[in-house]
């Protein structure tokens, strides 16, 4: 693994000078800003993530929702059980193939999201970053995440 010319190789191993530690800390602190907004909807973050996906796409597949969010079944079906207990999605069979399991919004799904609109807005304000860094640091995130996946 190269290592980069500005860090000396005595102090490749320091905290501050990881990237897996620069984004699992911005992670932490971001998910705690979203707390207490994430609290009045009765919502949890990966619960939050998920229901951002339907209500961009409802009647998704289990399949394809963990594709968009990046997790694997075991992790996802809990969390859709939570939502669907809350009342906010039901987890269908699809009928052209029972293996597959399509997850939809309930109307209090689909009402929560007006409840969650000012949410973004709230974030951009707490963060205090100008807009146009916020986009650009998701887009460098993205192409990062993009590119450790490939």
Not at 9 to 28: G, I, K, M, N, T
Not at 109 to 137: K, T
């Amino acid at each position: 693994m190269p290592r980069s010319p500005a860090i000396p190789p005595d102090q490749a191993l320091r905290l501050e000078h990881q990237v897996c530690f620069a984004l699992y800390s911005a992670s932490l602190a971001m998910t705690k800003l979203y707390k207490p907004w994430l609290d009045g909807l009765g919502l949890t973050y990966p619960q939050y993530i998920a229901m951002l996906v339907l209500w961009e796409q409802d009647g998704l597949s289990v399949k394809e929702l963990g594709e968009r969010l990046f997790l694997d079944s075991g992790t996802l079906t809990p969390l859709l059980k939570r939502l669907e207990a809350a009342g906010l999605v039901t987890r269908l069979r699809a009928t052209d193939d029972e293996r597959r399991v399509l997850v939809r919004l309930t109307a209090a799904g689909r009402r929560l999201r007006s409840r969650a609109e000012a949410i973004p807005s709230c974030i951009v304000e707490a963060a205090q970053c100008p807009l146009p860094e916020l986009v650009q640091l998701t887009r460098q995130i993205r192409s990062l995440r993009d590119r450790l996946a490939a």
